[in-house]
């Protein structure tokens, strides 16, 4: 529907208006023309053209109602003519006819104007009604924008003062809208970094390009206990031709954003620290080994210090833990600075956990401990280490963890951070403190197995002799090797002298490692020792010891050989519980492997062993071994059984020359497998 209204008295426009009137012409285009009293086009502006596109030259003089009116408006149009005439202003909302025939929406405002006669004409302001509504919409949408949106909003000057500020900027600056008016950025906030910020204004006015996510921070009025974080965004402000008239600034709050982002990424270098340790600690079973490996997690990752201590009482054995009660041992340490007096601080030094120290406390209680500035001198107990207080004086933060493993303190590591980093936070400790835990059960590993290794060398060297004795019509000679210098097994050989001048043999091979099989290895070698001397034969030898191992348990299993040599007949009677064949090299330098009955490993059940006789002409070497000096994982049994064989031929050499020739040979490289080797050579009678 087509609406109008009148009013009978138009004001006059005010001279200031005067002024925008080239602003407005650019945001709304406003058609002007003249109709004379006989309603006829008398003046016709360029912005008519524009929107009606009639040219000048061929609307004026024409009727205004037959050229623009529609038909079906053409009554109210003579009806508004006469009463503008009449002296009134009418203004109203008008389709009006384009020159190609359609209508053409407007918004009219009709007042009367002398025509060149100097009758009762009418002046037509109109304006096209989309871009009017258009207009609107836009001024409604920026005008929300600024008041409602919580993005801190800003329009500043070419010389960047402010011209506008939304409320949102307001609370974010702390500073009044109105406070904002006219000044420049260093005058508002000058506890953020606003020269350099202006600088990136000045880029986008020269440029004309936009600048996104610049981040500032910094204090203001709105929260001056806090640094806070924003992401500025600054783009050009220009009019309808492109001229520039200043900057348009949007700024964002992101300090929790960036505080959760922080969070996230400490939590995911926490999860690949915790990731990288269980990789690079425990790698070996040495306890020195593994206390550096704690360390070299810890720093500089974590902290600019650690200082790895265990108790003197879980690392003596058990009849020792007494007297070194209270004592810590030092197992590996580190420091940032290597000529500070913290350089003197190494490990293998020990000291007594003086009485009420902070150490005591950890110790006892098995509960970590925080150290701040005004504690941390209580980390030096002993009077002696005075020169470390000036260091103690650079530091910000410690932290005291027990090491604990099975319900057992075994001592602690301390980790420290100097002042010009940040303390230890919570999260900090629930790493270092999940880092020391996982490190107590490898130390403790490292610690037992140290023990274990201990007591097994222990036990091995006093159930082995380190020289065969002088026995009747044979020259001999033996080897261990044990497959790694961490460790010992259940290989073991034996030479028992027997009565009538005879000579007893023995190699056996325990399964398994370290001090249980020593343990069997030692029980099994007393048991042959007993048996030996009340003149066993060897098959009964092997069922006495098979049911030796089966009275030890039914997952133990042992492999043996047992020989008696007799020098009056120059023969050897061999008996085999599953082991490999003893060889048998004449003084020609032939090589045989028996191939008599081989018999069931100790343990297995079989108890089916039977003998075999050989016999030893003088000169000729008979060759006892275990599997570890034939098997590998690059050959198979035969080539060992050749490559033995060849090492044998050798025959005429001095015996301990041949057997570490027979070594060398055969385990070019450290052995797979504990090996043992025993060798015995007939004399002549």
């Not at 299993?557 to 082991?579: F, K, N, Q, S």
């Not at 028996?594 to 059940?605: K, R, V, Y």
Request: proline share 6%; aromatic share 4%; net charge negative.
């Amino acid at each position: 529907m087509d609406t109008y209204q009148s009013t009978s008295e138009v004001p006059d426009p005010p001279v200031a208006a005067v002024g925008y009137a080239g602003v407005l012409r650019e945001l709304l285009p406003i058609a002007l023309w003249r109709e004379d009293a006989d309603g006829r086009i008398v003046e016709w502006s360029l912005a008519a053209q524009d929107l009606l596109g009639h040219r000048p030259e061929d609307i004026l003089g024409l009727p205004g109602t037959a050229v623009l009116v529609p038909e079906g408006n053409r009554e109210l149009a003579e009806d508004l003519t006469r009463r503008v005439q009449a002296g009134e202003t009418v203004v109203g909302t008008l389709p009006v006819r384009h020159r190609d025939g359609h209508r053409v929406a407007m918004e009219m405002w009709i007042v009367p104007a002398p025509d060149p006669q100097g009758r009762t004409g009418a002046m037509l302001i109109a304006v096209e009604t989309s871009q009017v509504l258009h207009m609107r919409d836009s001024l409604a949408a920026l005008q929300s924008l600024f008041t409602q949106s919580p993005i801190g909003l800003a329009t500043l000057g070419r010389d960047l003062r402010f011209l506008r500020v939304n409320d949102a900027l307001a609370r974010m600056n702390g500073v009044s809208a109105a406070g904002h008016l006219g000044k420049r950025l260093t005058e508002v906030v000058p506890g953020v970094n606003a020269a350099a910020l202006e600088a990136t204004m000045r880029q986008v006015l020269e440029t004309g390009r936009a600048v996104v996510d610049v981040r500032r921070s910094g204090r203001t009025a709105a929260d001056p206990g806090r640094e806070r974080t924003w992401s500025c965004s600054y783009a050009p402000l220009r009019d309808v031709s492109g001229r520039s008239l200043g900057v348009i600034a949007s700024l964002i709050d992101i300090t929790e954003g960036q505080r959760a982002q922080a969070e996230a990424e400490g939590a995911r270098r926490r999860f690949a620290l915790l990731a990288e340790a269980g990789t690079r600690i425990g790698t070996t079973l040495d306890l020195s080994q593994t206390a550096r490996e704690v360390v070299d997690v810890l720093v500089p990752q974590l902290a600019d210090s650690a200082d790895v201590q265990l108790l003197e009482s879980v690392l003596e054995p058990d009849d020792a833990a007494a007297s070194n009660r209270g004592v810590m041992r030092r197992i590996a340490v580190t420091f940032p600075d290597p000529s500070a007096p913290t350089a003197k601080l190494a490990a293998g030094q020990t000291g007594q956990i003086p009485a009420g120290s902070v150490y005591e406390r950890v110790i006892a209680d098995g509960q970590p401990m925080n150290l701040y500035v005004s504690d941390i001198p209580a980390l030096v107990t002993d009077p002696r280490a005075e020169p470390l207080r000036a260091y103690l004086a650079t530091l910000g933060s410690a932290r005291l963890i027990p090491l604990v493993a099975r319900g057992t303190v075994l001592g602690a590591v301390v980790v420290t951070r100097v002042r010009e980093r940040e303390p230890f936070d919570e999260q900090d400790c629930v790493l270092v403190d999940e880092l020391v835990a996982r490190a107590a059960l490898n130390i403790d590993n490292a610690r037992m197995y140290t023990r274990q290794r201990h007591a097994a060398l222990t036990l091995r060297r006093s159930l082995t002799n380190s020289a065969l004795p002088r026995v009747t019509g044979l020259e001999l000679t033996g080897r261990y090797l044990p497959a790694s210098d961490h460790d010992v097994g259940g290989d073991w050989f034996d030479v028992i002298q027997l009565p009538g001048g005879r000579t007893g043999m023995v190699i056996g091979d325990v399964m398994g490692h370290g001090v249980h099989a020593a343990a069997v290895m030692g029980q099994l070698r007393t048991a042959v020792r007993t048996l030996a001397r009340l003149d066993v034969p060897p098959d009964r030898m092997l069922r006495s010891l098979d049911e030796t191992v089966a009275d030890l348990g039914e997952d133990e299993m042992a492999t043996c050989v047992y020989a008696v040599h007799d020098p009056a007949t120059g023969g050897c009677v061999i008996a085999r519980a599953g082991h490999p064949p003893p060889a048998v090299v004449g003084a020609d330098g032939t090589v045989t492997f028996l191939d008599g009955p081989p018999g069931t490993p100790l343990g297995a059940g079989g108890r089916d062993f039977r003998t075999e006789e050989v016999r030893l002409p003088a000169g000729s070497l008979l060759a006892l071994y275990t599997d570890g000096l034939i098997e590998a994982r690059d050959r198979d049994l035969d080539q060992g059984l050749d490559r033995l064989a060849q090492a044998l031929r050798g025959v005429g050499q001095p015996l301990d020359e041949l057997c570490d020739g027979i070594l060398e040979q055969l385990l070019p490289y450290a052995p797979q497998d504990d090996v043992a080797v025993l060798l015995a050579r007939t004399r002549p009678a």
